[in-house]
């Protein structure tokens, strides 16, 4: 039994493995077992093309120098330049077009589901009253929002306050401290929010933070009995818009939270029970 027939034939072997599922890893058939397949059989082809190289330095080394003048052969400066052109470009990811083009063989998939998160609130728990729970989902466009939610009643007067932020977030001057989730934060001004400010006898925030930054569940209470109205107002940016929806508290169910141009809010929910 031959050593050096061992190892070109094992080789061989590994290199047709890493062929089919690379060509596989290339059109984007990324399964758990074609990349643990090509892992294991790139290490085997990394070990096996050791031995394969110390068993044949001398050709190597034949192709690479002239015997007489000790000069390296064009086919070595050639293959060298090669290497290192292409090198190069996969490090800078100027032949990433090339490594991605795979995509058009890919079979089509369904688009994933987008995933809604919602961060819970929670505040008026010690009132004693009807329990309303607001969801509010903002706008992929809307940064950063700002909103105050409260009560009025059937004469539009001011009843009580549903969610009053303490602080506003704002955008940093860096955008690298933008890109990794660092903002401004400081003391939420009533001046930010002009419709609730004009409206509100009482301005004490009920949250110890900002607003959520994406979407809200609010879990409260009210003191308003029979039909009043919840309303939203939220600020992002320069804009600002202001959302009602019209409650009965003897029918009790869910209403919509709406506004003239539904911008900012993609949607908004009241249940009250």
């Known amino acids: ?43 085997i082809f990394v070990g096996f093309a050791v031995f394969h190289i110390i068993n044949n330095w001398s050709s190597i080394m034949g192709y690479s120098k002239e015997k007489k003048s000790g000069k390296f052969q064009k086919e070595f400066t050639i293959a060298a330049l090669v290497f290192g052109v292409v090198l190069i470009g996969t490090v800078t990811e100027v032949l990433e077009p090339v490594a991605e083009a795979g995509r058009m063989l890919a079979p ?50 001011f009843v009580e306050n549903l ?21 401004d934060i400081a003391d939420f001004k009533p001046e930010s929010l002009p419709t609730w400010k004009g409206k509100a006898t009482t301005k004490t925030s009920l949250s110890e933070k900002e607003t959520p930054h994406e979407n809200l569940v609010l879990n409260t209470k009210t003191s308003s009995k029979g039909t009043f109205y919840v309303m939203l107002e939220v600020k992002s940016k320069d804009k600002i818009e202001v959302y009602e929806a019209k409650i009965d508290e003897t029918t009790g169910g869910i209403a919509k939270l709406k506004s003239t141009a539904n911008s900012l809010i993609k949607s908004g929910l009241v249940e009250i029970f």
């Open 163 to 183: 969610f009053v932020p303490a602080k506003e977030a704002k955008m940093p001057e860096s955008e690298e401290e933008a890109r990794e989730g660092h903002f």
């Open 1 to 43: 039994m031959k050593r050096k027939n061992i190892i070109s034939l094992s080789v061989a072997f590994a290199f047709l493995s890493l062929s089919i599922t690379g060509i596989l890893l290339y059109i984007k058939q990324k399964a758990h077992a074609v990349e643990i397949t090509h892992t294991i059989f790139g290490l």
């Open 108 to 157: 089509k998939r369904p688009p994933r589901a987008e995933k809604l998160s919602f961060e819970e609130v929670k505040t008026n728990q010690d009132l004693q009253g009807a329990n309303l729970r607001v969801l509010v989902e903002k706008n992929k466009d809307t940064e950063l929002p700002v909103l105050a939610i409260w009560v009025e009643n059937t004469d539009r007067k």
